[in-house]
């Protein structure tokens, strides 16, 4: 309790005004900041999936002409991988690592705010394009989030080079971000704590910092490639000049495929830290699951082709990128495993963060199932480019990433506000997205499987009625969210006073702390057991 | 038990896999050649691993959830590993994707059969169309899609192969080895017919290869599985598989229409035919981006109702047509469509939509242009 | 803050900053990972050559001095001839398939026409099929070896001399060579292209 009593010298005051945000150095107010984006642009990016959506409800076009509906699915896809699942990520990791590990800040906390900040200015950039394309001025981006060439190069639109600007913004944001994290986590572990007694979620994010400085600068590249073809003469893409547009897709899933485990990899830390906790548990195999981890992140870097199964490559190729990426499935499983084995012969109880974790171990491996499905090559040329990639997608991002990341807010949330949310509420935001998300997704495997190919505004008859089936349950799990943002409001206004520990059982240098955690914490090193 | 369980099994099987269930169709559907076939036994065995496994670990939870809950087990447990039993769930998933992986090798394998195939046939995917090209044969034609535009805007009833239809469908003989050589005119599409099996990209520079050995006659329709810009939705595949007698027929009568597109070429056309013709191939061809009622799209494609190069000069108008416009969507027309069809649609657009400039274009002027 | 601003209660022995070093490799390894990027652009074509992959066949190798003929194996080579976009030219093979001997030198030719009525300078690319073949597909004469210019109405026979490798698998006797003719100034799509694939409100409902 050392850490508590010292507080008091620390001025536990913030700075006031818009300052205080604009020029934040606090993880705990960038954190905050990098979740509440997170969430407006879940908002912005669901709404544009509600308009596809309602425009598929039915064969026919209704709703929006085919060049728009292309723009939703790109911007959809876009704003969701980098401005919702990204940023929601790295916000958790600045309000939890430092508390985690014992620390008083990140390790560069201007640095941070800049990650931070400029965020907004890159989907400022993207959400500017959409409004001056409804607007009549140009096609926002419409090539989808992968934006191969040469749909991208030669025929983008104008606002292409305002894509390529953005994602260089984007990119910036998490390599700082990446940095940021690796410096604090390898240089302010308190005393004693050494890596092997860090919590998991901590080493999921130090292992995913390194996937980030990896892979996002060979984005920046590949989107520079794109810029140098479009206006300075180069040819990379372009099988004209001697280059050639599968080598954008190999280019562009060098980076997506790390990009994706990026994605998932702090969820799996986040299940591991609320699994033991419901479960009054320790976690089943530590080591293993650290191993597991890492052996996940270097794995993803020798499967990317998985994606360009139908590009002509040859039979060696694709035999190589199906065993390795089958590979995947044994240390993914002893994830699961894992879990299942800290929740065996523990003492359960059912809080909303439970039932997410719960949800999501479940659903993800449901997700787990079909990208090992997809992976088998005679069977990937029926599945490529239908709607079964976009269920599979959909089950590791939505139920799984978007499933931890709710498990996450409501398990913190007491730390951050002091206050206990209204577990009525998140049970029923709880339910009503599981349920209404299996509605939405699980259909999609049944039209991909009868043949509807993805990105497509309009369909054959007999895809109609899982169609109808999926825009119910998607607007069902859009307004949903609104529970959970009236919910995450009214939880920071006030509530039954939550303790230090909050959860019964709960481990962790965080749960030391008092509820709100101070502005400033751990400005000495706690003790370390 | 067995008795019951064995013909339950079946029936839910059958369930899942019987493709008449078109409207609610749940699974693949196992096609009508061995690319087909192969992908979908894999598909079936790989998904009931999957669900094997599933029920195992689902229910391991489902039971954990049910017994090990506070209210019925208030004293956790303490352990927190077990050597023995990680190693085995290590190397048992290993041993089962091995179990995976030996025939999903093998079927790929047996695709890969370079022997030598009876005909091959280009295909090209273009925005937003496919052309086939019969290779040695000069027979060639695009393939577009014929459902009405009525009928996509909700002001018609939808048919029953509703955006799965074509103009001309692309013929082939059945139980002969047919390969496909695939590239792009434009950006990357893909060519994808769900009964055969066969999914390959079509891109600009390069060519692609597959093949397929059709046992059924039948009607096999797909679509294009690249997103290739706005009306990638709406360029699909229609292949007529016949016996080889038929599709010889077929050809023949495919080599006729083109002597008669020539022929036509030098005989002079009324400006009744000129104007129906060159409706119904406007239609298809240029209404995409020009619009049915000639109104263009303002910003983005020009409008030829009133336009100066539908008006004005004709051998300008010819010119565009013929040539494209560098730099524009204006794709060149010359190369892609006969000196009929041309003449048709140019005198139709310098007359139609109250432009009456009562011009008539022949198709000995288009052939003429383009010396 | 102070000047001083390592000494504080974090730092009160004014230690330097351990962050320092971790920041340098960090930055190190972003910047090799964007060469790295770049790097593949070169790495790919290497990658190609060296397995044969991606139809790629090469650039032009030198008539070999004296070669051995497979007599007694007959190869079948198909020729296909594409345009790209807006290429206004007629082009096509002038033989639709040859049966070559691997090893002996054949000569075939393509005919493009040019039917605008402007200046047009082409460059053909090359592609072969099934793609493992490319690596045994050898050209001594190319008319992709050089963009290649036609005036209006001009009409060109296109040599194209090659060498089917005698180390061509036994199980591969269907070769398929594509030529693609580009325009060779490469356009900026950008403007006009940008314009015609954009929507306007007239028809767009929202």
New interface residues.
């Given amino acids: 309790m050392n850490a508590v009593i010292e507080e008091h010298h620390d001025h536990d005051h913030k700075p006031g005004g818009i300052g205080r945000w604009l020029f934040s150095t606090n993880h705990k107010d960038i954190g905050s900041m990098y979740l509440w984006f997170a969430f407006l642009m879940f908002f912005i990016g669901g709404s544009l999936a509600l308009l596809i959506r309602a425009e598929l409800f039915q064969p026919g076009l209704q709703i929006v002409e085919p060049d728009f509906f292309n723009q939703l699915t790109t911007l959809h896809g876009l704003i969701m991988v980098f401005g919702v699942i990204m940023p929601a990520f790295v916000g958790l990791a600045n309000w939890q690592l430092p508390m985690m590990i014992g620390a008083p800040d990140m390790a560069l906390p201007r640095m941070n705010n800049w990650s931070f900040w400029l965020l907004p200015g890159a989907f400022g950039m993207l959400l500017a394009s959409l409004v001056m394309s409804i607007m009549g001025m140009g096609s926002a981006p419409n090539f989808g989030w992968t934006f191969y060439a040469p749909l991208s190069t030669t025929y983008g639109p104008s606002s292409t080079d305002f894509f390529i600007f953005s994602v260089h913004l984007m990119g910036i944001s998490s390599v700082m971000g990446a940095i940021n994290v690796i410096a604090t986590i390898m240089n302010m572990r308190a005393p004693g704590m050494n890596y092997m007694k860090m919590p998991i979620f901590v080493w999921t994010w130090f292992i995913t910092a390194y996937l980030l400085i990896a892979v996002m600068p060979v984005l920046a590249g590949a989107v520079t490639m794109m810029l140098t073809d479009r206006h300075f003469g180069t040819s990379f893409f372009n099988a004209a000049g001697g280059g050639d547009p599968v080598m954008f897709q190999h280019i562009f899933w060098f980076f997506g495929h790390p990009e994706v485990y990026i994605m998932i990899l702090p969820a799996f830390g986040i299940i591991s830290q609320i699994v033991p906790t419901f479960s009054r548990k320790p976690l089943f195999g530590y080591s293993s699951m650290v191993y597991a981890t890492a052996s996940i992140a270097f794995l993803s870097f020798i499967v990317w082709a998985h994606h360009m199964f139908t590009t002509g490559m040859p039979v060696a190729g694709e035999l190589f990128f199906m065993y390795s990426t089958m590979l995947i499935a044994v240390p993914t499983g002893v994830k699961v495993f894992n879990w299942v084995s800290t929740m065996w012969k523990g003492s359960l109880t059912f809080e909303t963060p439970m039932l997410f974790a719960i949800a999501f171990i479940f659903l993800f491996t449901m997700g787990g199932f079909t990208g090992l499905m997809l992976c088998i090559v005679p069977a990937d040329f029926q599945y490529h480019d239908t709607y079964f990639v976009v269920a599979h997608f959909h089950y590791v991002l939505v139920t799984g990433a978007a499933f931890s990341i709710m498990a996450a807010v409501y398990y913190w949330l007491p730390k951050w506000t002091g206050h206990m949310y209204d577990e009525k509420l998140g049970k029923l935001h709880f339910w009503l997205t599981c349920i209404s998300s299996n509605v939405l997704f699980f259909p999609m495997h049944f039209i991909g499987l009868a043949g509807m190919p993805r990105r497509i505004p309009d369909y054959a008859l007999q895809f109609t009625e899982f169609n109808q089936i999926a825009t119910i349950g998607a607007f069902v799990f859009g307004f949903s969210q609104l529970i959970f943002l009236y919910l995450i409001i009214k939880c920071v206004r006030g509530g039954e006073k939550a303790t230090s520990e909050v959860w019964e059982g709960a481990q962790g240098l965080e749960f030391e702390l008092p509820s709100p955690a101070p502005f400033h914490s751990y400005t000495t090193p706690p003790e370390v057991k | 038990m067995r008795a019951v369980s064995r013909p339950l099994g079946l029936a839910c099987l059958l369930l899942v896999s019987n493709p008449l269930y ?7 559907e196992p096609g009508v050649t061995s ?2 076939q ?2 979908y036994n ?2 079936t065995i ?2 009931w691993i ?1 669900v094997i ?2 029920i195992v ?2 229910g ?2 489902t039971y ?2 049910l017994k ?3 209210s019925k ?10 050597t023995t ?2 190693i085995l ?2 190397v048992i ?2 041993l089962i ?1 091995i179990g ?2 030996v025939p ?2 093998k ?3 047996a ?2 059969d ?4 009876d005909m ?1 046939i ?1 295909v ?1 995917g273009y925005q937003w169309k496919w052309h086939y ?1 019969y ?2 044969e000069d027979v060639g034609f695009f393939s577009n899609l014929s459902t009405p535009k009525s ?4 002001a018609e009833a ?1 048919g ?5 239809e074509v103009d001309n469908r692309i013929v082939i003989p059945t139980n002969k080895k047919v ?1 496909f ?1 695939f ?1 792009s ?4 599409h ?1 060519w ?1 017919v ?1 009964a055969f ?5 079509a ?7 597959s093949w397929a050995n059709v046992s059924e006659p039948g009607i096999y ?14 360029m699909p595949i229609v292949v007529e598989a016949m016996d080889e007698p038929d599709y010889l027929a077929w050809l023949d009568s495919k080599k006729a229409e083109k002597a008669a597109a020539t022929a036509s070429a030098d005989k002079t056309w009324t400006m009744d035919e000129l104007m129906s013709q060159g409706e119904s191939t406007y239609n298809t061809n240029c209404a995409a ?1 020009h619009m049915v009622g000639g109104e263009g ?5 020009p409008g030829l109702k009133g336009s100066a190069i539908a008006t004005g000069d004709i051998n300008k108008h010819i ?1 565009v047509v ?11 027309f ?2 892609q469509l006969n000196d009929a069809d041309l003449a048709a649609i140019i005198t139709y657009e310098r007359n139609a939509w109250g432009n009456n400039t009562g011009d008539m274009v022949q198709p000995s002027d288009i052939k003429a242009a ?2 | 803050m102070t000047a001083q601003s390592e000494s504080n209660i974090r730092n009160p022995d004014n230690r330097p900053s351990k962050n320092r070093p971790v920041i340098r490799k960090l930055l190190g390894l972003v910047l090799l990972m964007f060469g790295f990027g770049y790097a593949l652009v070169p790495l790919y074509d290497v990658f190609c050559d060296v397995t044969g992959l991606n139809g790629k066949t090469g650039e032009r190798i030198d008539l070999p001095v004296a070669g051995t003929i497979d007599e007694k194996r007959l190869v079948r080579v198909v020729f296909l001839a594409s345009l790209n976009e807006a290429m206004p030219w007629e082009f096509k093979p002038q033989q639709s398939f040859i049966e070559v001997h691997p090893g002996k030198p054949t000569t075939v030719n393509y005919i493009a026409k040019n039917i605008s009525d402007k200046d047009i300078t082409g460059q053909a690319v090359p592609s072969v099929a099934p793609g493992l073949a490319a690596a045994y597909f050898q050209k001594t004469e190319c008319f992709c070896f050089t963009q290649q210019a036609l005036e209006p109405g001009e009409e060109k026979i296109m040599p194209v001399t090659f060498i089917v490798d005698t180390q061509l698998p036994a199980n591969m006797n269907e070769l398929y060579l594509s030529y693609t003719f580009f325009t060779s100034q490469l356009n900026n799509k950008d403007s006009s292209q940008s314009i015609a694939l954009s929507l306007h409100n007239q028809d767009q409902k929202l």
């Fill in positions: 078109a409207d609610y169709q749940l699974n693949l690319f087909s192969g992908a894999i598909h790989v998904m999957c496994i599933g670990v689902y391991a939870m954990s959830i090990h809950r506070k087990h208030p004293n956790p447990a303490k352990f927190d590993d077990n039993v990680e769930w290590t998933p290993v994707l995976m992986a999903a090798t079927v790929l394998l695709m890969e370079t022997s030598n195939s091959s280009k090209t090209d290779v040695g009928q996509i805007d909700n939808k029953e192969h509703y955006l799965l390969r050589l590239t005119n434009d950006v990357i893909a994808w769900p099996g066969v999914k390959k990209d891109i600009p520079g390069f060519i692609n290869e329709r797909g679509q294009c599985a690249e997103l290739c810009g706005a009306n990638h939705g709406f981006c799209l303002p910003g983005a494609f010119e013929l040539q494209g416009v560098a730099g524009t969507g204006m794709q060149a010359g190369p383009r010396k």
